[in-house]
């Protein structure tokens, strides 16, 4: 049986009782009722895009990560384009939104945050957990007090049919989904027709192309970790469902004092390179937004959900580490893409000699998610160095404010404020 508190723990930040309490308890829990073993490693993670901006999202993908455009799931409201690097690593789910009317959960999930209403139907939704027994997970985690949408919920949804998903989570907004998959079968999506679209096909096969021009294609990797904000006050429940959904176990967090924020990592029980499945990072305030004009604290974090929502911030790739063309390989590659247009909020960060090297890029104008690009040298296992961390959570900030006074803006030139 697995032990998913053998890990050793890292980070500075001190958490409450409640957490050190509970964390043992629901983590011995998980691992004596079969849990840990049955649920695996993330097998994809679902993002959905307003009308008109799948294809382009999927080029903007293709051309900044490894990933291949497949297939196209066609249903009565939504494209979901499924994009694979291999099947070693997690695929991307690319909801596209068909109609503009078109109402769901999800959307309303957006349209309670100032900045998350201009984009209605723009947001990452979660991921898909491989699971070796989906009937056992589900009824096991039922007695746990966790709950999923119905069959006829996901139908009207289209959500695919071989997955249970869980209802959205009240501290991070996004769902769990599982999916029964033995390694050696295919990946598969029981969701409408499938085809291979000649639209999106060509839109791949240009941003391939350009990729390779650049000299792109070697040097980007899978997705390394997952950053998602939560409220203050929700960092450590969030931890804690995360960690009761899926087999990931607590790494640990440090105190970012610079930005009033902390950052929480996860990693999985079973996969112990990132790349085959992504770590969950959380970042939090440390004090609620009503409090920090008293002492003057920065708030960047608590502002980015007050504005859009708790939801994922960031989708961080790994670049392989060494040179070309003099450069650092991160540096090389954020020149390319900027070279075609792309923004990025702050120069390449870090050193060989603090072990790593990291940028933010601007927020996709299709999906709102920033692209991290994180370079590691020799054996560094971490995520940030805490400058690092500071000057990417402070670029972030910067560009987000500037992002609600626009969106203000655009609201009092319609006559209404936005809450």
Not at 202 to 221: F, P, W
Not at 335 to 362: M, P, T, Y
Request: include cysteine.
């Amino acid at each position: 049986m697995p032990d998913s508190m053998a890990f050793d723990r890292h980070g500075d930040k001190k958490n409450s009782e409640f957490f050190e309490a509970y964390l043992p308890r629901l983590m011995e829990e998980r691992d004596r009722l079969g849990l840990t073993e049955m649920i695996r490693e993330i097998e994809a993670m679902i993002i959905a895009v307003d009308p008109g901006h799948g294809i382009d999202y999927v080029a903007e993908l293709c051309l900044m990560t490894p990933y291949h455009y497949l297939v196209t799931l066609e249903a009565e409201s939504h494209s979901t384009h499924v994009l694979r690097a291999s099947m070693d690593h997690p695929d991307i789910l690319i909801r596209d939104v068909k109609y503009p009317d078109r109402r769901d959960i999800f959307r309303s999930l957006n349209e309670a945050f100032p900045i998350g209403a201009t984009k209605p139907n723009s947001r990452y939704i979660g991921e898909v957990l491989r699971v070796t027994d989906l009937h056992g997970v589900v009824e096991l985690q039922k007695t746990r007090e966790f709950r999923f949408f119905s069959q006829d919920d996901l139908r009207k949804l289209e959500m695919p049919g071989n997955f249970a998903v869980s209802k959205p989570s009240p501290y991070t907004h996004n769902i769990v989904a599982y999916m029964e998959r033995l390694p050696e079968d295919l990946r598969v999506y029981a969701l409408g027709l499938s085809s291979i679209r000649a639209d999106v096909q060509d839109a791949y096969l240009a941003a391939k192309a350009l990729q390779s021009r650049l000299g792109l294609d070697d040097l980007i990797l899978p997705i390394d970790h997952l950053a998602t904000r939560v409220y203050s006050q929700n960092r450590e429940v969030a931890l804690l469902e995360w960690l009761s959904w899926s087999s990931y176990y607590y790494w640990g967090s440090f105190d970012i004092k610079d930005q009033n924020s902390s950052t929480n990592v996860t990693k999985s029980v079973h996969a112990g390179n990132e790349l085959l499945s992504p770590a969950k990072v959380f970042t939090a305030n440390n004090t609620p937004y009503f409090v920090n004009h008293l002492d003057g604290l920065p708030s960047p974090t608590e502002n980015f959900v007050r504005n859009y929502g708790p939801r994922l911030h960031h989708l961080a790739l790994a670049v392989r580490d060494g040179e070309r063309d003099g450069a650092e390989n991160i540096e090389y590659v954020v020149r390319q893409i900027a070279g075609q247009g792309k923004k990025f909020l702050l120069d390449v960060i870090g050193s060989k000699e603090e072990g790593l090297k990291q940028i933010f890029s601007s927020a996709s104008e299709h999906s709102s998610l920033i692209i991290e690009y994180v370079q590691r040298y020799g054996n560094f296992e971490g995520f940030f160095t805490r400058r690092n961390v500071a000057e990417l959570t402070h670029a972030a900030g910067v560009e987000e404010e500037l992002n609600a006074l626009q969106a203000k803006a655009s609201d009092l030139g319609q006559g209404t404020v936005a809450s």
